[in-house]
T-cell receptor
Framework: GAGVSQSPRYKVAKRGQDVALRCDPISGHVSLFWYQQALGQGPEFLTYFQNEAQLDKSGLPSDRFFAERPEGSVSTLKIQRTQQEDSAVYLCASSLVGQKDTQYFGPGTRLTVL | DAKTTQPNSMESNEEEPVHLPCNHSTISGTDYIHWYRQLPSQGPEYVIH???SNVNNRMASLAIAEDRKSSTLILHRATLRDAAVYYCILRESGNTPLVFGKGTRLSVIA
């Protein structure tokens, strides 16, 4: 079946530009997570949705980062006024609800800010 | 968050078994032990998880120490496709985010 998809796969932005990254989770998955992965590091949590509700946004690094999931399916991570330190791979994962439930990751969007 | 400790890197010969260790001495009674791996240029993928008993699936086996303060991921016959970064993660109660460390980079030699 279809897995988690993300678009675009690669994005190059000039410093100061706004970007929007899209995540299409697995159909029926209630939970959706965004992670940021810097080069050579493990992924770090950004934010979490259960259906359309954003239950945890404690990992968002600044108020330039904004995420939404208005209909409880597709999610968009928006970064305003991008900075060079925002360069990273942004990963989306979806899962059913539960402590044991596997998170299924998309391939990520590699963002490069020049 | 409960922490895990893994070696930075390990190397294995192809078709040999690989034992990837993980220490988690501060694990709580309700923490599940999850393993994910990340192949080059891909998102992480689930490998296996367990609570107290050893677990087997088609990808790997998970051996959990009796005191639960350590665990070992076992790949029975490493292939070149198993070269990846392996993450040992403790999952807190509820639908919580995964907390990744730096993991163990496994190299497989033909």
């Amino acid at each position: 079946g279809a897995g988690v998809s993300q678009s675009p796969r690669y994005k190059v932005a000039k410093r100061g530009q706004d970007v929007a990254l899209r995540c299409d989770p697995i159909s029926g998955h209630v939970s959706l997570f965004w992670y940021q992965q810097a080069l050579g590091q493990g992924p770090e949590f950004l934010t979490y949705f259960q259906n359309e509700a954003q239950l945890d946004k404690s990992g968002l690094p600044s108020d330039r980062f904004f995420a939404e999931r208005p209909e409880g399916s597709v999610s968009t991570l928006k970064i305003q006024r991008t900075q060079q330190e925002d360069s990273a791979v942004y990963l989306c994962a979806s899962s059913l609800v539960g402590q044991k439930d596997t998170q299924y990751f998309g391939p990520g969007t590699r963002l490069t800010v020049l | 968050d409960a922490k895990t400790t893994q070696p930075n890197s390990m190397e294995s010969n192809e078709e040999e078994p690989v034992h990837l260790p993980c220490n988690h001495s501060t694990i709580s009674g309700t923490d599940y032990i999850h393993w994910y791996r990340q192949l080059p240029s891909q998102g992480p993928e689930y490998v296996i998880h367990g609570l107290t008993s050893n677990v087997n699936n088609r990808m790997a086996s998970l051996a959990i120490a009796e005191d639960r303060k350590s665990s070992t991921l076992i790949l029975h016959r490493a292939t070149l496709r198993d070269a990846a970064v392996y993450y040992c993660i403790l999952r807190e109660s509820g639908n919580t985010p995964l907390v990744f460390g730096k993991g163990t980079r496994l190299s497989v030699i033909a």
